[in-house]
């Protein structure tokens, strides 16, 4: 009777054993993550004329110092425009020789462009309300047909060095008024612009830069065009 008891005791023992060895059995398993982390850049300009001091009672044929250009402060390079807008009046001017010129709308304020700009003359405006005159100018290096990029920290060439008031005959109610010119800048990414591509293919370099292209890109991003950057740049010229 106790043999029996025993064996039933030692049996109990075993299959006790044996759970418990089934109860603390483990599996090897292993989990990854990958985390990539992508920094977003910054596009950013700064419109700059370091020549430009203010004049006063201006006279007909004046320069005056104005070196409009911009300067890349954000994080990625970027494609930039340059808009000029000048008044003009129903005038007469006068010749070189000193002689009396023909009545005609003219221009109050003419420049010379330095090179690296373009003009692009589809964009000229004239509000004949404002009696203002608009041209857009697009950074484009060496050529005239392809945006140039600006580089992060880098500074466009000025648009020009210098204004010059028209050669005004007197006495034609434009003394003592205050004249504006106006400049605005714009600035756009250069990778990925409008490319219309249908399929993923990794290259960031086959967006537009024609100038006319990529202006027409800012204008339906932006149609009203509300945020130029024009900050200290506005020009109040009183004619004397």
């Known amino acids: 009777m106790k043999k029996s008891r025993m064996r039933t005791l030692a049996l109990t023992a075993i299959l006790a054993g044996t759970v418990s060895i089934g ?7 292993d989990g990854d993550t990958a985390t990539n982390t992508f920094t977003v850049g910054k ?7 370091p020549s430009w001091v203010p004049p006063t009672n201006i006279t007909p044929g004046q320069e005056i110092a104005k070196d409009p250009q911009i300067k890349n402060d954000g994080n990625n ?17 006068a010749n ?3 002689t ?4 005609a709308d003219t221009e109050l304020f003419s420049y010379d462009v330095k090179d690296g700009w373009t003009e692009l003359l589809a964009k000229k405006e004239i509000d004949s309300s404002l009696k203002t005159v608009t041209h857009l100018y697009a950074y484009t290096g060496d050529t005239t047909d392809s945006m140039k990029a600006l580089a ?4 466009t060439p000025s648009l020009f060095d210098w204004v010059r008031f028209a050669n005004i005959v007197e006495d034609q109610n434009l003394e ?24 993923l293919d ?12 990529v202006w027409k890109v800012i204008e339906n991003q932006n149609p009203s065009l509300q945020s130029p950057v024009t900050e200290d740049i506005n020009t109040d010229i009183k004619t004397n």
């Open 77 to 93: 390079e970027e494609f930039v425009f340059l808009k000029v807008t000048v008044p003009y009046a129903n005038v007469v001017t």
């Open 152 to 155: 992060v920290n880098s500074s």
């Open 23 to 29: 109860g603390i059995m483990a599996y090897f398993t």
């Open 43 to 49: 596009i950013s300009l700064d419109l700059q004329e």
């Open 176 to 199: 003592t008024t205050t004249q504006n010119i106006v400049i605005e800048a714009y600035g756009i990414q250069t990778q990925n612009i409008k490319d219309e591509k249908g399929n």
């Open 100 to 103: 009396r010129g023909r009545i």
């Open 202 to 213: 990794g290259d960031n370099d086959d967006g537009k830069t024609l100038p006319l292209d």
């Open 96 to 98: 070189e020789d000193g």
